[in-house]
């Protein structure tokens, strides 16, 4: 008889585990263990089940093969026993033995192992506020809750929805309120930026500024205070401190935290972060292993500790342990969040770290931002996609990329590619010289992510001055708050007008190609904030400023192809 | 007054240097001579503007901001001469001057240098058969070609159109004339497939068969022979051993070889693939750099020579020369030929060596080929993706991958994550755990490329044994010639049925799921090729018959995802 190998938990994680584990030792018993009834489901295809993309919450625990993954699969397919509504009550490390009661019946088991796998993952973090537990308010954290939401929206029971948290899965579920079903959708957010943490501000708020033209109302910098009842004792209401929001249904996204008390009442070692792993993802008993969404993560660029809450790194988790129960020293190097999300017709990805992450790392961090064609400027399909490059000053080493374009694979692409160098620690050089593949229908001689690279490298050294985007927006608004600066626009004269009439003698226009022939006609003695399309002329302007004296200038990284993302009134057609 | 640098040939790394150069030393004299009247323009866009995507030739010579790259430009916009029309006659290194001639008036001139840089490019090969030099025969090697084909297009003189050579721009050009203008289309090509060296057989021929799907007639393994006059002395026939083909233009697009002409008359070192130049692009003179198409290039994975002529390259590189004619001392590792190319409604891209290449470079190469979906399977635009992951033996090194898909950038994104990883030395492990951007609308949570380098792990610890494309199409053709072979086919009975009726008690259909149960009905005198729909379920099958002592078992990697794209008629709905 074969290893006994017991798992708790059948999601993502777990399945993996066993599936790859029975591969490798053909005569292991493996067992899995689920509270639920259902198990082995694709979670991240929540949103797209709801918003009615995807038919049939079945589709969701199927194969790409059409066989539904249930327990009779996974025994006559993969011979892997599978006990769902099974909770898992304790483990007994001294006796190796995982103590199990059936959530139906309430009797209790006992289930011997040779080793253990802890894949429980996460549950969703619910905000103590009045009404948080009020029938109507759902988080998204299993299937059956998001069975009874689409039973809801497809029997017409919801016209509006409020969402709480402006991370990815509030947004996804956003736009699967917003899109296919009509609702008045509203997200609220606590922190003053969509996507905290992950995305800057700047790139966080072109994707706002998207949902709301497609008619989402975004809230943030806003907590929800409280959740109102009707009559009926059903949620109604959302509160703020700044207004109260009708509606239909609550959606709590408001982030996730590991379930981990199995192990910590285990005695094994956990943090805040989940069950403290080595980088064969065995726990502080050498006999039991955990992966997925519980686990504590060590992220490869800043090397700290984090909770990365992904479906795709669960994959990757499961397939090492089931390496390492088969005795294949197989080692997890952490993980970087690489991350993507559709909202309506844009995208938005990164990975590794975002500026403000890199700088509370302790790196000396800046952030180069450009705004290139995605694919040759004469290809009819061509779209503008904004990369942010983040690198440490000192090291050249880059830190995160960030994208923001059409919903298409364009900036998928340009995500995957940092991803890999940003593993293997890639600098401003590596990037400059990735060779990215090139054909005029798919990107530019020069990648966007080269281009990227580029700026990066004249930014670090110093041959290039940026104006921050925030300092520049600020200074749009209120044109008077910096007397000193004037904006040299270099663009089109047809693009430049409409400044001109609104901003006076602070806005200059004088076309690229005219300024090495008139530039005796710039003030001298005004900081000024050279404009264009998308950065890289500006630059190439204050080079030669710079050569003739006129040192005094900073360019506007990214130019106007993101402010108009940022602000879509400006954009000068409109 | 600053340095005076010569540029001979202004199409892309001519230019890019020039303007680097300039960027890093404003007071630097740079001077750009080219023997045609039109510089700077897209050459990868040709086929797109004479298929109609880009309208007019001049969008090609046009920036992003929709300026025309003129000699004007460049003086006013750039600070950089352009002399036109001027042929570089002679490097009169001794004196440090560039002996010149205007290709008009035919006077003689003479432009001093402190640098030289030679940016000739290449000159297409013309294959020296009889009639190559007719009028009608066309070389796609610059814009006045171009316009010349597009004129004749557009006023309805091209209904046939013969292309000789099955390399990238070949194909492109194929594409441009059966599309858009719906010409009678031929592609010849003497190698027994399409895009030869760069991708392995298995993968071309599916390109092939999608082109014929969409009317191109392709004749591989057929060389043009003759190009046969009318009456007027214009091409009108193609003669093949096999075959004449009526036509009413040739495209002769056989290659391309490096214009070194300059510098090997110069006394410069040159090799067949080019001007030999150092990791600083310093041809044998250190005060001559030399980049783009006319450069000998090194294989980032195979350490050999070859020739790289890739407008993506040629920018790079001429990025490189201008940092070292500044003082900067950056290097250029090398290339590994990253491409992709779209063919009507599908795309196929490689980076790296493709299997032949990596065993004729002495590699102990294999290939791992799958079949996976692009993103979730459940997600509405979901679509296979076959690529293989080409990998050393010994050392588990990545040496190339190839894809094939639908025309988006679902295969660009996992070409370019992997030169990525190939540039940094990438092992079947790094692969393995790239970090994958996922969302259901892009990726699956472990990512196709993630998938590929499994597979490759699997391979490469003997675990996962293989039968090649090529035999099992071989052996399909011809049942009797392999009479121990038996095909154990787990799809669903559904997709099965046809073969059963044609192979008969060769072809054994026994359902995934069934198989742990049922197996002791199988054969165990035959070698038995395991069927999925990607291979991945054949190679669970696979184990688990070995641990069952039916260790006489073959996987057909990629399964019937990859044989349905190399012979459409076995599509079972067809």
Not at 105 to 110: I, W
Not at 259 to 283: H, K, M, P, W, Y
Request: net charge negative; with cysteine; hydrophobic share 45%.
């Amino acid at each position: 008889m074969g290893e006994r190998i017991v798992i708790v938990g059948g999601v993502a994680a777990g399945p993996k585990t066993a599936c790859r584990a029975k591969r490798l030792m053909p005569d292991a018993e493996i067992t899995i263990v689920d509270q639920d009834s259902l198990i082995s489901y694709g979670g991240c295809g929540i949103p797209y089940y709801v918003s009615g993309d995807v038919a049939d919450e079945d589709e969701l625990r199927k194969t790409s093969f059409h066989m539904t993954r249930n327990e009779d699969f996974f025994l006559r397919a993969k011979g892997v026993k599978v006990r769902t509504l099974t909770r898992a009550l304790a483990i007994n490390r001294k006796n190796k033995v995982l103590e199990v009661e059936n959530v139906i019946s309430g009797a209790k088991d006992t289930i011997p192992y040779d080793k253990l796998v802890i894949t429980t993952g996460s549950q969703p973090f619910v905000l103590p506020i009045p009404g948080a537990e009020l029938p109507g308010v759902y988080t998204i954290s299993d299937l059956h809750k998001a069975i009874a939401i689409k039973k809801q929206l497809a029997s017409g029971q919801i016209g509006r929805a409020v969402i709480i948290g402006g991370g990815a899965i509030g947004l996804e579920m956003a736009e699967a309120f917003a899109d296919l079903w009509g609702a008045e959708t509203s997200v609220i957010e606590f922190m003053p930026q969509l996507l905290p943490r992950i995305i800057d501000p700047w790139f966080s708020t072109m994707l706002e500024k998207h949902m709301e033209s497609m008619g989402v109302k975004i809230y943030t910098g806003e907590g929800a205070s409280e959740i109102i009842a009707d009559e009926n004792g059903k949620a109604c209401k959302v509160v703020t401190p700044n207004r109260t929001i009708d509606t239909d249904i609550v959606i709590m996204a408001t982030g996730v935290r590991p379930r981990s008390q199995l192990a910590a009442e285990a005695g094994l070692l956990v943090s805040q972060f989940g069950i403290v792993v080595n980088d064969r993802l065995q726990t502080s008993d050498p006999n039991i292993y955990a992966a997925g969404d519980c686990i504590e993560v060590t992220h490869m660029v800043s090397g700290q500790k984090f909770m990365a809450p992904l479906g795709s790194l669960a994959n990757r988790e499961g397939r090492i342990v089931g390496d390492n129960l088969a005795g294949i020293p197989s080692t997890y190097p952490g993980a970087m969040g690489s991350f993507i999300m559709k909202a309506f017709e844009r995208c938005i990805g990164a990975t590794g770290l975002s500026l403000e992450s890199a700088r509370a790392a302790g790196f000396d961090a800046d952030a180069a931002i450009t705004a290139p064609s995605d694919r040759a400027h004469f290809f009819p399909t061509e779209a503008k996609i904004p990369l942010q490059m983040v690198f440490d000053r000192r090291t050249r080493r880059v830190l995160g990329v960030q994208g923001f374009g059409p919903m298409n694979d364009a900036v998928l692409a340009r995500i995957d590619a940092a991803a890999a160098l940003i593993a293997k620690n890639g600098t401003i050089d590596d990037f400059s010289l990735c060779e990215m593949a090139y054909a005029p229908p798919f990107a530019t001689a020069l990648d966007a992510l080269n281009a990227a690279a580029n700026v990066a490298d004249n930014m670090q050294m110093n041959r290039q001055r940026n104006v921050s985007i925030p300092t520049f927006m600020a200074w749009m608004e209120d044109m008077s708050c910096q007397p000193d600066w004037r904006a040299l626009d270099i663009r089109h004269p047809n693009e430049v007008g409409a400044f001109v009439a609104k901003y006076d003698d602070k806005w200059l226009p004088l076309v690229y190609s005219d300024i090495r022939a008139q530039y005796s006609k710039l003030p001298k003695d005004k900081t000024l904030i050279i404009i264009c399309d998308a950065g890289t002329r500006s630059y190439e302007i204050q080079i030669f400023l710079d050569s003739v004296g006129l040192g005094n200038t900073l360019v506007l990284g990214g130019g106007f192809n993101v402010i108009t993302r940022l602000e879509p009134q400006w954009w000068p057609n409109k």
